[in-house]
Structures are given as structure tokens and as C-alpha cells.
């Protein structure tokens, strides 16, 4: 288990089945991660969920640290990728917690991690349009804007474009050194 200040980084584990599946069937957050239909998801779901999170570089569930409750994922879903060290990010958390800082607070510990002791070289993600706190987010972590799919996604009766981003292990050390400089 990882520690931040105020977030547990766990691994899966047996009974967390629910509490995942509460992402997938969240109308806020499914549309974003989800690749079928939103439609409410039960116990069949959860063996692709199982295989996700098993096949994955790295996938946590995220806790607040104080209660233990449960407030989503985060992590890498790309499997292992040694001869290009690359990961996909990934984070989904529930709507209560959004606003909080919980999300960077997460993500900056996973991305630094990835960097430091996975040996990643790249780390990329997708983005769809709208969804302007995350976009701002990962430009805050250093991310930038590698490109677009257009009409991607399908999302509220409409197609939807996503934003392909990515930062390097460079980008990443430089903006730490700056970070630590100024005292943040």
C-alpha cells in the first residue's frame, strides 16, 4: 500500500468488486472510460473489471486515508510495456470527492512512481472535450497536447472528440526540480 497525505494507493482486492462497479454505472463518469453502451452494469461486469485490473501496469484503488472510504482508481491500464516504457494513465473518482485536490494528490504520486520506479520513459492519456477540470489537471502535471481523435466518443446524443496528451520522464524530472525550488 502507498501513503500520501491524505489518500491510501491499494491494490485490488477482493470485495472492492462493488464499489468499482459504482464508477462503470456512474452517469458522470462512465461515459468517459466505458467502452460499450451505458447501461447499468451487475456481477457479469465484473470478470472484465477483475481482468482489467489484473492485466494492468499498475491499478489502485484510491482511499481516503482518515476513514478508508472508497473515492475510485488510478493508475496505468496499458500492460507491461518494457521495451518502450510507456504507460496509459488512467484515474476515475467519484463525484463527491471531485474539488478537492484528491485527484492531483493521486495522480502525482502515480505519475512520479511510474517515472522513479517503474522506469517509465512516457506516460500518455485521453481526454474527452468538456471535461475541462481534467484537462486543466493534467496540464498542471505537465502534460501537453499531442493531438486529437475527432468524434470519438459518443456521449449525451452527440459524438464527442478526445484529446490524446502525454508527458515524458524528462518533462516530468525538470518540472520536479522547479517544484522543489520554489518550495511547492
Known amino acids: 500500500m502507498f501513503t500520501t497525505d491524505r489518500l491510501h494507493l491499494r491494490a485490488w482486492r477482493e470485495g472492492d468488486d462493488e464499489n468499482i462497479l459504482s464508477l462503470f454505472n456512474n452517469a458522470h463518469l462512465a461515459p468517459s472510460f466505458a467502452p460499450d453502451f451505458i447501461v447499468p452494469r451487475g456481477p457479469k461486469h465484473k470478470e472484465f473489471m477483475n481482468k482489467m485490473a489484473e492485466d494492468a501496469l499498475m491499478y489502485?484503488?484510491?482511499?481516503?486515508?482518515?476513514?478508508?472510504k472508497y473515492m475510485g482508481v488510478v493508475g496505468f491500464e496499458n500492460k507491461p510495456d518494457g521495451k518502450n516504457r510507456r504507460g496509459q494513465f488512467v484515474i476515475g473518482m467519484l463525484p463527491e470527492f471531485w474539488r478537492k485536490g484528491y485527484g492531483e494528490e493521486a495522480s502525482r504520486f502515480v505519475i512520479d512512481y511510474g517515472f522513479r520506479s517503474l522506469g517509465l520513459h512516457r506516460i500518455s492519456l485521453g481526454v474527452f472535450e468538456g471535461n475541462d477540470r481534467a484537462i486543466a489537471l493534467y496540464r498542471r502535471l505537465g502534460f501537453v497536447d499531442e493531438g486529437t481523435l475527432r468524434k470519438q466518443l459518443w456521449k449525451d446524443g452527440g459524438w464527442w472528440d478526445v484529446y490524446l496528451m502525454g508527458l515524458?520522464?524528462?518533462?516530468w524530472a525538470t518540472a520536479q526540480k522547479s517544484t522543489t525550488a520554489s518550495g511547492r
Do not use: A, F, P, S
Open 168 to 171: 515524458l520522464e524528462d518533462e
Open 60 to 68: 489502485c484503488v484510491i482511499e481516503e486515508k482518515e476513514t478508508n
